[in-house]
């Protein structure tokens, strides 16, 4: 049995079987394939081929005209290399003949080339040992990456264990039979905990040496609640689990009972309960959980979840979904969010070398005119046909808040003049999630019809503290006193405005922060769904001047720990029944 703590950053716990998930930076697991697989494993291959070719067509065409022949060459000497079957046909032979798996096949065939050339005298050879590796990734990328092994038909009771995995990866997790997962890689905002969150998969991430210690088939526990990985348990452990998440069901069948009574304080102060959704298919998850309406609806995993490029009609269908299955419930969209950890990088010709400090998110749109112009006619379509708000996400100066507003007014005038229908007065809002705007949010006051804090990244961006690096997860914490401030200010120039401010991180949905939220004014709550029947059991028992009064107190605190401390004692002390004994968190 091993035990290995990570990060945890979706609760419960399940018991299951492993699944190992290989990335293409590391020695792939060794895994043989049955007899009548092998043709398969051979199309798998050949297909992984092809569309490495055609992903090289691309580039070289790209390469040529922006960079002229020298550049596309070293495109075209890759399309050589995949052409020749000198290098290809053993690939083919060994899965036929060791009957091992196509990736395994390609990682092992490119080591020996990579040697081979590194061993060469004439130097013209040498350099070409890092054009290997770079087709060796391309063409497992292909095979693992985005298009991951097959996870359908492995069974249930699946728990994925990656070193790393991609947003669009733990996408597909809902169709696959998934139960959980554990990473190595990741901190607790990262977009796949998130995902794992909306999908209500527990996750562990940031789990060292998973990789070296979980096997394919071994009993498995994931323990989301405690950020604990336990591998190989023994039957009394796993007996153990059983019984915790039968109470955890227990729970979860108690604050369902919520479901129909408002988030109203004992003394009679509303909280606008939101939620967040990644897919227009969530919303049934927002109505379950007696959401009443969405506060942010990532429309960028419309991109994450397709294999190409979605036209304007295919994002205003999956909008028009949203907004009809919202039945009238109000549904703030925010515009693609691509950048950063989602979807840019990979497809870069020259990556970034600081893609969270690059060209993401607004900027990325600015950048990307018809891409955004496009999106945002879906986006003003979709609003005829509902209660609709639209937000930017990570606006980093007022200019480019009006530049975002104008071109919306601009495609405005097109559907108009195409005759299209769309909501004229849709309310323009802002995500706030830099310091910048923070500090600015009295000025952005005057142009913005409504704020929503995105502390995921207004945490980062505070305390340089990458969110999806489990090596500075510990200094990770929406309980930062500098990161509380930014949150105090921005609510209060709101009020001062009268612009409506709502918090939409994931902070809103943990229930440890929830009065402090109150406190410091928030009374508008957007979260995972699943989270949200926590929330409102804190609500409904809490008054506002005891949130007023902890809030002053955590004000008075100069350390994270401190805070943290206060958050978790008075969470345990007023609501134990949530945490069940178990400890709580108070750091996202
Ligand atoms: C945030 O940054 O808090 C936020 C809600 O946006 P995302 O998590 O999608 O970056
Ligand atoms: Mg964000």
Same mark, same amino acid.
């Given at each position: 049995?091993?035990?290995?703590?990570?990060?945890?950053?979706?609760?419960?716990?399940?018991?299951?079987?492993?699944?190992?998930?290989?990335?293409?930076?590391?020695?792939?697991?060794? *895994?043989?394939?049955?007899?009548?697989?092998?043709?398969?494993?051979?199309?798998?291959?050949?297909?992984? +081929?092809?569309?490495?070719?055609?992903?090289?067509?691309?580039? *070289?065409?790209?390469?040529?005209?922006?960079? /002229?022949?020298?550049?596309?060459?070293?495109?075209?000497?890759?399309?050589?290399?995949?052409?020749?079957?000198?290098?290809?046909?053993?690939?083919?032979?060994?899965?036929?003949?060791?009957?091992?798996?196509?990736?395994?096949?390609?990682?092992?065939?490119?080591?020996?080339?990579? %040697?081979?050339?590194?061993?060469?005298?004439?130097?013209?050879?040498?350099?070409?040992?890092?054009?290997?590796?770079?087709?060796?990734?391309?063409?497992?990328?292909? =095979?693992?990456?985005?298009?991951?092994?097959?996870?359908?038909?492995?069974?249930?009771?699946?728990?994925?264990?990656?070193?790393?995995?991609?947003?669009?990866? &733990?996408?597909?997790?809902?169709?696959?039979?998934?139960?959980?997962?554990? &990473?190595?890689?990741?901190?607790?905002?990262?977009?796949?905990?998130?995902?794992?969150?909306?999908?209500?998969? $527990?996750?562990?991430?940031? &789990?060292?040496?998973?990789?070296?210690?979980?096997?394919?088939?071994?009993? +498995?526990?994931?323990?989301?609640?405690? !950020? =604990?990985?336990?591998?190989?348990?023994?039957?009394?452990?796993? %007996?153990?689990?059983? !019984?915790?998440?039968?109470?955890?069901?227990?729970?979860?069948?108690? =604050?369902?009972?919520?479901?129909?009574?408002?988030?109203?304080?004992?003394?009679?102060?509303?909280? @606008?309960?939101?939620?967040? +959704?990644?897919?227009? /298919?969530?919303?049934?998850?927002?109505?379950?959980?007696?959401?009443?309406?969405?506060?942010?609806?990532?429309?960028?995993?419309?991109?994450?979840?397709?294999?190409?490029?979605?036209?304007?009609?295919?994002?205003?269908?999956?909008?028009?979904?949203?907004?009809?299955?919202?039945?009238?419930?109000?549904?703030?969209?925010?515009?693609?969010?691509?950048?950063?950890?989602?979807?840019?990088?990979? *497809?870069?010709?020259?990556? @970034?070398?600081? $893609?969270?400090?690059?060209?993401?998110?607004?900027?990325?749109?600015?950048?990307?005119?018809?891409?955004?112009?496009?999106?945002? *006619?879906?986006?003003?379509?979709?609003?005829?046909?509902? @209660?609709?708000?639209?937000?930017?996400?990570?606006?980093?100066?007022?200019?480019?808040?009006?530049?975002?507003?104008?071109?919306?007014? @601009?495609?405005?005038?097109?559907?108009?003049?195409?005759?299209?229908?769309?909501?004229?007065?849709?309310?323009? #809002?802002?995500?706030?999630?830099?310091?910048?705007?923070?500090?600015?949010? $009295?000025?952005?006051?005057?142009?913005?019809?409504?704020?929503?804090? #995105?502390?995921?990244?207004?945490?980062?961006?505070?305390?340089?503290?990458?969110? &999806?690096?489990?090596?500075?997860?510990?200094?990770?914490?929406?309980?930062?006193?500098?990161?509380?401030?930014?949150?105090?200010?921005?609510?209060?120039? /709101?009020?001062?405005?009268?612009?409506?401010?709502?918090?939409? !991180?994931?902070?809103? !949905?943990?229930?440890?922060?929830?009065? =402090?939220?109150?406190?410091?004014?928030?009374?508008?709550?957007?979260?995972?769904?699943?989270?949200?029947?926590?929330?409102?059991?804190? +609500?409904?028992?809490?008054?506002?001047?005891?949130?007023?009064?902890?809030?002053?107190?955590?004000?008075?605190?100069?350390?994270?720990?401190?805070?943290?401390?206060?958050?978790?004692?008075?969470?345990?002390?007023?609501?134990?029944?949530?945490?069940?004994?178990?400890?709580?968190?108070?750091?996202?």
């Amino acid at each position: 049995m091993h035990e290995l703590r990570g990060i945890a950053v979706s609760p419960g716990v399940v018991v299951g079987r492993v699944y190992v998930l290989d990335d293409v930076r590391r020695p792939v697991a060794s *895994r043989t394939i049955a007899a009548q697989a092998i043709e398969a494993e051979q199309a798998r291959f050949e297909a992984a +081929i092809a569309a490495s070719l055609t992903e090289l067509d691309e580039l *070289r065409a790209h390469a040529e005209q922006k960079m /002229g022949t020298e550049a596309a060459d070293v495109f075209a000497f890759h399309q050589g290399m995949l052409r020749d079957r000198t290098l290809i046909e053993p690939i083919r032979e060994r899965i036929a003949t060791e009957r091992i798996s196509a990736e395994l096949a390609v990682q092992e065939r490119f080591r020996e080339v990579a %040697e081979l050339f590194a061993s060469m005298p004439e130097s013209a050879f040498r350099t070409k040992v890092d054009d290997v590796w770079d087709l060796d990734h391309r063409v497992l990328r292909h =095979l693992i990456g985005e298009h991951r092994r097959e996870i359908t038909g492995a069974g249930h009771d699946v728990v994925v264990v990656a070193a790393e995995l991609t947003p669009t990866q &733990t996408a597909q997790f809902g169709t696959d039979g998934v139960v959980a997962f554990a &990473t190595e890689a990741g901190g607790e905002t990262s977009h796949v905990a998130i995902f794992a969150r909306s999908l209500s998969l $527990p996750a562990v991430v940031g &789990t060292e040496s998973i990789m070296d210690i979980a096997r394919e088939g071994d009993r +498995i526990i994931i323990d989301g609640d405690e !950020g =604990l990985v336990i591998i190989r348990p023994t039957d009394e452990i796993v %007996e153990r689990y059983h !019984g915790i998440a039968a109470r955890a069901a227990e729970l979860r069948a108690r =604050l369902g009972e919520l479901r129909e009574e408002p988030a109203i304080t004992t003394d009679g102060e509303r909280i @606008e309960l939101l939620g967040n +959704i990644e897919l227009a /298919g969530e919303m049934h998850h927002v109505i379950e959980h007696g959401a009443e309406g969405v506060g942010l609806f990532r429309t960028e995993f419309l991109w994450l979840t397709s294999d190409h490029e979605p036209s304007e009609d295919e994002q205003f269908e999956a909008l028009r979904a949203a907004v009809e299955a919202a039945d009238g419930r109000p549904v703030t969209i925010r515009t693609f969010d691509l950048g950063a950890d989602k979807y840019t990088q990979r *497809r870069a010709m020259m990556p @970034e070398r600081n $893609p969270f400090l690059g060209n993401r998110s607004l900027r990325y749109c600015l950048t990307n005119l018809t891409m955004f112009k496009q999106h945002l *006619r879906a986006v003003l379509r979709a609003s005829a046909l509902g @209660e609709m708000k639209i937000m930017f996400p990570l606006v980093t100066s007022l200019s480019e808040f009006r530049q975002a507003k104008l071109i919306v007014h @601009e495609v405005m005038e097109d559907l108009e003049e195409d005759g299209l229908a769309f909501d004229r007065r849709v309310p323009l #809002g802002m995500m706030v999630e830099v310091p910048s705007a923070a500090v600015m949010a $009295p000025v952005y006051a005057g142009e913005a019809d409504f704020f929503s804090i #995105g502390t995921n990244d207004l945490i980062q961006y505070t305390l340089a503290v990458d969110r &999806t690096n489990e090596r500075v997860a510990h200094l990770y914490s929406a309980a930062d006193p500098a990161v509380l401030r930014l949150i105090k200010e921005v609510v209060r120039a /709101g009020r001062r405005s009268g612009v409506p401010v709502s918090c939409c !991180g994931e902070v809103a !949905g943990d229930p440890v922060f929830t009065m =402090l939220l109150i406190g410091l004014g928030l009374r508008t709550l957007s979260a995972t769904p699943s989270r949200l029947p926590f929330v409102k059991r804190v +609500i409904r028992s809490v008054d506002v001047k005891s949130c007023e009064r902890l809030a002053r107190r955590v004000g008075s605190l100069d350390s994270e720990r401190q805070v943290s401390a206060l958050l978790r004692d008075q969470a345990r002390k007023r609501f134990p029944e949530l945490f069940d004994g178990r400890s709580v968190d108070a750091s996202g």
